[in-house]
């Protein structure tokens, strides 16, 4: 029997898990040519990530980091997914892969209070470019969450940071349902 490289093998798990996110995705809005042109650089910065991922980490590595992370992928808010993702980031071996940042990143969306704030925080300060394969970036989308859990608990003037530095900065970065989050800010979502 052939065995498949192991190059081929990771590169097929990040393209295959990152077509099956178990996040929704109806209300997909992709009528726009600009938001269409828009997510195609955006997947095009995310197989980059993964370039720099390929160079830095070795095939047994990056499978064993996609392995874990889809764990939690299958059913994000499972107390499985949250003890895959804590392992992931505490794992010294994996630090600065991209999926660390989007461990990180899930992590700040299922927890709650002060691990909820780390978590996004990490992801903002230490995963900057890191992306997911549907062309979010880590660092905006954090931004988006750390704002909505800002306005949840009365920090006004931290979420009114986060949301200036979205119209700012982000405005035409992208959610998992491919919405601008300029967009999404002004919805109240």
């Known amino acids: 029997m052939n065995k498949i490289p192991l190059k081929i093998s990771y590169i097929f798990l990040i393209v ?14 992709l ?6 042109k828009r997510i195609s650089d955006f997947k095009e910065l995310f197989n980059l990530r993964v370039s720099e991922d390929e160079k830095t980490f070795s095939q047994e590595q990056l499978i064993k980091i996609e392995n874990q992370y889809q764990i939690a992928n299958k059913n994000f808010n499972s107390v499985e997914a949250n003890k895959a993702l804590i392992s992931l980031i505490n794992n010294e071996e994996f630090k600065g892969s991209n999926r660390i940042g989007c461990a990180l990143l899930y992590l700040g969306q299922i927890s709650e209070n002060d691990k909820k704030e780390k978590y996004l925080l990490e992801a903002k300060r230490n995963y900057t470019n890191s ?14 969450h750390l704002y909505k859990y800002y306005k949840y608990i009365g920090k006004e003037e931290d979420a009114k940071k986060c949301k200036t530095e979205i119209l700012d900065k982000y405005s035409s970065y992208i959610d998992h349902n491919h919405k601008y989050l300029k967009d999404i800010l002004k919805t109240g979502n």
């Open 16 to 29: 295959i898990f990152s077509c099956t996110n178990t996040q929704t995705k109806e209300n997909i809005i």
């Open 31 to 36: 009528s726009d040519s600009e938001l269409e």
């Open 131 to 144: 992306w997911y394969g549907d062309g979010v970036n880590v660092d905006a989308y954090a931004t988006y």
